[in-house]
Structures are given as C-alpha cells and as structure tokens.
C-alpha cells in the first residue's frame, strides 16, 4: 500500500486524486480534506469538481442537491473541448447522480471503467451507487468485469478484491466471499469494506464467536475510518445481542456506535436499528431513542433515499412521536420530483414498508402483516445490506407472531434458522415460544433461554 502523504505535500494534481482515491477506497476519515485540497490544487480540474458531486450527492441530504448539482455542471463547462469519451462519461456520470437519476450515472460510470479500466475511483463510484439501489446481480457482475480489468500490480487490487467479497456475500457465495475477504484484507490492510465483508459472513451463516473474534482482533485496522467504523462495531453489537449480551450492546451502542450525535443517515441507520432490534426482545433502552428522533424529526421533507427514510422512520416510532412518524410514512406515497430512481423505491417497497411500521407500532398487527408481507420481494430495493434490511424481517416476523399467524412465521423463522447454521437467537427464541408446552425443554436450558434478555439496561 503507498503511504499516504500530508497534504501540504501533494501539489500537483495527479498525486492529489491519488490521494483521494485511496483514502476512499479506506473510508477514511481524510477524504474530504484531501478532496479540497484537490480542489485547491488544480481548481480548473474537471474531474476533481465531478467526484465531489458524486461524493455530495452519497451522503443523501437535500440540502447537498444544489451543490451537487453545481459542482456537475462546473464540471461539464470545465471539460476541454472534444474531450475523450471515458472523462465525458465520467462528467455526466456526475449530472445524472446529482440529478436524481441514478442508474444512468452508473452507466457512465461504467463507460468510464470501460475507457480506463485502471480508474478505481469509478468503479468505488459504481459499487457505492449500486449498493445504494440494492443491485445485488449488478454490484457482482461489475466489480469482476473491473477485477479482471484492471492493470497487473494496481495498487488497488486489494481494495477491488473487498469490493468483490461484499459483493459476494450479498449474493449468497458465502464461502467465496470469506475467502476473498480474507485475502484482500490481508494483501491491503486499510480495507475497511473487506473486512466488513467478511463479518456479514458471519452473520449471515450464524457464527456468531468467530464474528466477535474477526471484529475484536481487528479493531486497529479500521481507527483510521470516517463514521464506517461505526458501522463495524454495529455489526459486533448485533453478534453480541445474538449472544443475550444487552449489556455489551448497549456499551458498544453509546461508546462506539453513537459516541457522536451525528445526523448522518448511516449513522441513525445503525442506530435505530440496533435499537429496534432490542426494542423487540422487550430491552428498555431508556431515552436512547430522543435525540435520533430529533434529528429524523428534522429530516422529514429530506425525501433524498428511501432507506434513511425508513430508518428516520424507526425513530420516530421508537421515541413515540407518533404525528411526526404519520407524515414521514404518507410522504413516501407521494410523488419524488427529481429523484427518478427513488420515486421507484418509494412506491413499490418504502411506502408498504412504512404503512407497516406504523400499523405495528400502533398495535394494529394484521394491517402491519399486510402491508409488510406483500412488500418483502422488493424489500432489496431500498438498499443497504441483507443485514440492515433484516432489521424489517423482523418486524414482519413479529407482526404475524402477534396477528396469530403461526404457520407464516413458523415457515419465516425456520428457514432463517437452517441458513445460518442453527445459530440464530432471535429465530430459535421465537420457535421455542411456538412449540406446544409440553414440547419445551425444562430445567436449566429453560431456564437459561428465558434468562437471556433480562439483563437490564444501562
């Protein structure tokens, strides 16, 4: 890996998107400041004022449309005249995404890969758009085009290879992703992403030790992280509540995953859904869930991705701000003005999605089950991981527990269990509970079981 330089050492431009390449490939916490000083740089540079639009326009907040949309257009006059066709489609990859229009981005993107098969930044570029769109064939497909592309001895190749491994995770190729994983770990050791990969291995095959060993013994590979080491640690607060650990959780939940206040989507998307998940093994956790619900409070005309949207959502129901959580949930039937590709999200998950939640925090559990059912095969659409999304299987697990429809939830909860592996907490509690009473073991393991979440809160 090239050592990474102080800025004041990078004047000239190449070595100025170098640096802003691999600190996002690390997300690391220097990106924007190396991105300003590429700005600074070479302040004529297309290409600089092109990747701060795509970079604005992933943090999903209305107020950075505009922006956004500026930078792409600076980029467009900015662009010499008969400029090679992979910097054109790099440009316009950045007006399509600033503009809502997602997917076309990612085709320019994709363009410019093709042009410039060297080009990392791009193929990032992509792999974060399409997780974002929840396009699990597509993350696959393009990050191995890009892997059997790229030049021998990219110093990158460590990076594209955690790319892969999430991307194959996502699709199911559970063992090939870990394999992967580990390699690119080990061949480029700020690679964040393939480490992440690998602990959504472990969560998705229900081996829960080794997730907490993996994460635990790695902790140092990540401090150089912007808000996604947050999101590590969210993945070892989910193997320590599959182990009954409230305790732990709620130590990781304030002095890892939510030690800053931060209204970052991703950032109230851990959190609210970690929440959640402990709000349904009956945990109290006292006033956690106010200042998340202000700041989703102040994000309800945002409408800038349906997966924030549905976390601000989470919220706003768990701090009981019932009117607030009304408005949010029937924006997401209206129609989204310059947002093509979540307009789409919205109307054939977000809004069922949502109808859900609130029909379930209300107490109406068959209107919940009504609403969330119909919506689970297109649930991949709002984006983020199997993982994040799990956090509505849930709900839907619980709503048709508590509407009586145990064959349903039998027939949901078994599965999950045989996937990973018979290690599930939430699946085997719930199936226990289904079990006729004579059928129940008794003694100690019972009593274990029924111990397991009754530690109190902190």
Not at 390 to 413: H, N, T
Request: include cysteine; charge should be neutral.
């Amino acid at each position: 890996m090239a050592a990474m330089m102080p800025i004041e050492m990078r004047p000239d431009a190449p070595s100025c998107e170098r640096a802003v390449t691999e600190a996002f490939l690390a997300h690391g916490r220097e990106t924007p400041a190396l991105l300003q000083a590429w700005l600074d740089a070479e302040p004529s540079s297309w290409r600089a004022h092109a990747t701060k639009a795509m970079m604005l326009t992933l943090l999903a907040r209305r107020e950075l449309r505009a922006p956004a949309q500026d930078l792409a257009a600076r980029a467009v006059d900015l662009l010499p005249p008969a400029p090679a066709a992979k910097d054109r489609a790099f440009v316009e990859a950045a007006s399509a995404a600033a503009h809502g229009a997602w997917w076309a981005a990612i085709d320019q993107l994709e363009a410019a890969i093709r042009g410039n098969p060297a080009d990392t930044l791009s193929i990032k570029l992509s792999h974060a758009l399409r997780f974002m769109l929840g396009d699990k064939p597509g993350i696959l497909h393009s990050i191995e085009q890009a892997i059997r592309a790229l030049p021998a001895g990219h110093p990158d190749h460590g990076f594209m290879l955690g790319c892969q491994a999430f991307a194959l995770e996502e699709n199911g190729h559970y063992a090939a992703a870990e394999q992967i994983g580990r390699r690119a770990v080990a061949m480029e050791s700020r690679d964040a992403w393939g480490l992440h990969a690998v602990s959504h291995v472990h969560e998705m095959t229900g081996r829960i030790d080794d997730g907490i060993r993996w994460i635990e013994g790695r902790d140092h590979q990540f401090g150089h992280c912007n808000n996604f080491g947050g999101h590590l640690f969210w993945h070892l607060a989910l193997f320590r509540l599959d182990k009954g650990q409230v305790g732990e959780v709620l130590a990781l939940y304030d002095q890892k995953i939510r030690s800053e206040k931060t209204d970052d989507f991703r950032d109230i998307a851990n959190a609210a859904s970690l929440l959640n998940r402990l709000a349904l093994e009956g945990i109290d956790v006292g006033a956690r869930w106010e200042e998340l619900a202000d700041k989703a409070e102040a994000r309800l005309e945002d409408r800038s991705l349906v997966f924030a949207d549905l976390h601000y959502l989470l919220a706003l129901l768990g701090a009981g701000r019932g009117e607030a959580a009304a408005r949010l949930a029937g924006s997401l039937a209206l129609p989204m003005p310059g947002h093509a590709s979540q307009a789409l999200v919205a109307r054939r998950a977000g809004s069922h999605v949502a109808r859900g939640l609130v029909a379930f925090q209300e107490g109406r559990m068959a209107e919940a089950l009504e609403h969330l059912l119909p919506a689970r095969a297109s649930l991949g659409l709002v984006g983020g991981s199997d993982a994040q999304r799990d956090v509505f299987e849930q709900v839907l697990v619980e709503s048709a527990l508590r509407a009586g429809e145990v064959r349903l939830a039998r027939s949901i909860l078994s599965r999950r269990l045989s996937e990973r592996g018979g290690q599930n907490r939430f699946a085997s509690e719930r199936l226990h509970r289904l079990l006729p009473s004579e059928a129940r073991p008794r003694g100690i393991m019972a009593v274990a079981a029924a111990m397991a979440f009754a530690q109190p809160a902190h």
